[in-house]
């Protein structure tokens, strides 16, 4: 099956910095990947994906990248803020019937 | 607020009760889930359900039983609870099968501590 590998497990950043969390991904066939934002006490939240016939999506201050040949994709935060303090999740899936497969997580911190 | 909210938030309970914990969405999705999140965070499918059907059913103890009594809603009733159960569950709906188009919406999770 699929297995993604996140990394790392935790950034710790000034705000105003940049941030970038990669994944990696096992199965070629994988073609959607998302990203969710959890907050402290809440639960996930989508907020960029990427399809694989493209390879970079851009959201005001966050990106997402994707290299297909070397099977990873990263996301990209700019001029952090303390609000962007969270766990990041990245996941990948191949459609169909299959199940999305998650990273473990990141947890950002954004020092004021 | 179009969403998926699910209750108890927070449920303390003995080692051998029964409890259940309850989803609903108003987005109009087919499909909803059922996530356990552990304390390191890992994310981890225990069931779908697609239109009131099961479709998915992973590696679960079967002391766990989720009931879809419509599209909107899906509870997850857990028997003879153990210290091991205890973990943040995450109830999930998605516009297509498997979240393969546009993702998940997650409801805001229910810890549930094993005593």
């Known amino acids: 099956g699929e297995n993604v590998e996140q990394h790392p497990s935790t950034l710790s950043v000034q705000e105003g910095d940049s941030a970038v969390i990669k994944c990696t991904y096992s199965?070629?066939?994988?073609?959607?990947f998302p990203w969710y934002k959890q907050e402290l006490g809440k639960g996930p939240q989508l907020i960029i994906d990427?399809?694989?016939?493209?390879g970079e999506k851009k959201d005001q201050r966050i990106a997402v990248t994707l290299n297909k040949t070397a099977k990873h994709f990263s996301l990209h935060i700019t001029e952090t803020q303390p609000e962007d303090s969270a766990v990041y999740f990245c996941?990948?899936?191949?459609?169909?019937?299959?199940?999305?497969?998650f990273g473990r997580g990141t947890s950002l911190i954004v020092h004021p | 607020d179009t969403a998926v909210s699910q209750t108890p938030k927070y449920l303390v309970t003995q080692m051998g009760n029964d409890k259940s914990i309850k989803c609903e969405q108003n987005?109009?999705?087919?499909?909803m889930y059922w996530y356990k999140q552990d304390s390191k965070k890992f994310l981890k499918i225990m069931f779908s359900?697609?239109?009131?059907?099961?479709?998915i059913n992973e590696t679960v103890p079967n002391r766990f039983s989720p009931k879809s009594p419509d599209k909107a809603h899906l509870n997850l009733h857990i028997n003879s609870l153990e210290l091991g159960d205890s973990a943040v569950y995450f109830c999930?709906?998605?516009?297509?099968?498997?979240?393969?188009?546009?993702?998940?919406?997650f409801g805001s999770g229910t810890r549930l501590t094993v005593v």
């Open positions: 999930a709906s998605s516009q297509d099968l498997r979240g393969n188009s546009y993702g998940y919406t």
């Open positions: 199965d070629s066939a994988s073609n959607y």
């Open positions: 990427i399809r694989s016939n493209v």
């Open positions: 996941a990948a899936s191949k459609g169909g019937s299959y199940i999305p497969t």
């Open positions: 987005l109009g999705h087919d499909t």
């Open positions: 359900y697609n239109n009131k059907e099961l479709i």
